[in-house]
């Protein structure tokens, strides 16, 4: 998952140069009301609040995911291979993170979690 970091003092920079632009252009016989600018402050603060909430989600999710992967580490599973097709069965040796995504190796093939069909036990596992 490619999740841009949100800079929030850039934000703010960004809004306090529109604020000035807005009030050195405004009409002199109709100046924007001070409820208005704390209106807008309010929001940029609440905005700046949800983008860290999304980031720092985004990244406890990806973390999760890490450790749902780990969890399989060992584990005979049944999967389609991404290069063939096939329907096969392998132990997972590896759960890694990749791009965003969670990468499994099995039978020396990185396939995705979407691949596996099922987590067998090795007594049924071909």
Aim: hydrophobic fraction near 40%; charge should be negative.
């Amino acid at each position: 998952m490619n999740v841009t970091k949100f800079d929030p003092e850039q934000s703010y920079q960004q809004f306090i140069q529109l604020m000035v632009a807005q009030i050195q252009y405004q009409d002199p016989l109709d100046p924007v009301s001070q409820e208005g600018t704390t209106a807008q402050l309010a929001q940029i603060s609440t905005v700046s609040g949800i983008e860290q909430l999304n980031l720092q989600f985004s990244e406890l999710l990806d973390a999760q995911t890490l450790f749902d992967g780990a969890e399989l580490v060992g584990h005979h599973v049944e999967y389609k291979s991404p290069i063939t097709g096939e329907v096969l069965t392998g132990q997972i040796m590896e759960a890694r993170e990749a791009g965003g995504r969670l990468s499994l190796s099995v039978n020396g093939e990185q396939i995705g979690l979407t691949d596996v069909n099922a987590v067998v036990t090795a007594t049924t596992a071909p």
